[in-house]
Each structure stands twice: as C-alpha cells, then as structure tokens.
C-alpha cells in the first residue's frame, strides 16, 4: 500500500492591518486574509492607537499586542480559529484595562489572588 504525504507548510505575516472590524494580514505567499475583529475581544475593546501596537513575532508566524497581552499566530487566522478566552478571564481584563491595572496574565492572576487574600483577612 502506497502512502502519500504532504508537507502543509504555513506562510508568515509580512503587514496587519486592523480596521474597526477586521483584522487582515498580508502573507508570505502573496494570500491576504481577513478575520472578523469580533473574534479576538481583546482587539475589539482598546482604542485604535492600542490596537495600532503590534509587532510580528516568530519571523511572522504570529502577531503580539503587548500592551494588550494579545497573541494571535498566523496558524490561527488560515484555520478559523477565534479566542479561546474565558468570558471570566476576559472580564478580568477589561476590569483591569479600566483600573490601569497590568494586563499580563501574571499581573492579572497576582491581583486576584492579592483580592482573595484581602477578602479572606477580614
């Protein structure tokens, strides 16, 4: 029995471009796709100037808003895959985003536990 196999390889992001609903990247391979901003709530939420704060991570194999704690890999966009972020823990975020707070998730998880902490004391 003869096999076939493919080697699928991704293609890296060379620009973004992020508009009030969508997120597009220009691929290596000449592809431009377009994702429907509403799938990454993280991007959704900050101002245009926030969202305008990114940086291509991996040689393109992904986009990083480290100001928004945001990671999105290429690989992602060509499959269709939306966040997979809690509505908890995007809750979170965004209270923190309100407060000034960090936005990581260690920031984010110190400050919980920091409020337990202070809950259970009294």
């Given at each position: 029995m003869y096999v076939s196999t493919t080697e699928v390889s991704v293609p890296n992001a060379m620009t973004v471009e992020i508009t009030e609903d969508s997120l597009t990247a220009e691929l290596s391979d000449g592809r431009i796709i377009s994702v429907p901003l509403a799938w990454y709530p993280r991007l959704v939420h900050p101002t245009p100037g926030e969202r305008s704060k990114w940086e291509l991570i991996?040689?393109?194999?992904?986009?990083?808003?480290?100001?928004?704690?945001?990671?999105?890999?290429?690989?992602?966009?060509?499959?269709?895959?939306?966040?997979?972020?809690?509505?908890?823990?995007?809750?979170?975020?965004l209270a923190a985003k309100r407060?000034?707070?960090?936005?990581?998730?260690?920031?984010?998880?110190?400050?919980?536990?920091?409020?337990?902490?202070?809950?259970?004391?009294?």
């Open positions: 991996g040689s393109g194999e992904g986009i990083n808003w480290p100001d928004l704690d945001e990671d999105i890999s290429v690989d992602m966009l060509l499959t269709g895959q939306k966040s997979g972020e809690s509505q908890r823990s995007l809750k979170q975020w407060e000034g707070r960090g936005l990581t998730l260690y920031e984010l998880t110190a400050y919980e536990e920091e409020r337990l902490q202070r809950e259970a004391d009294v």
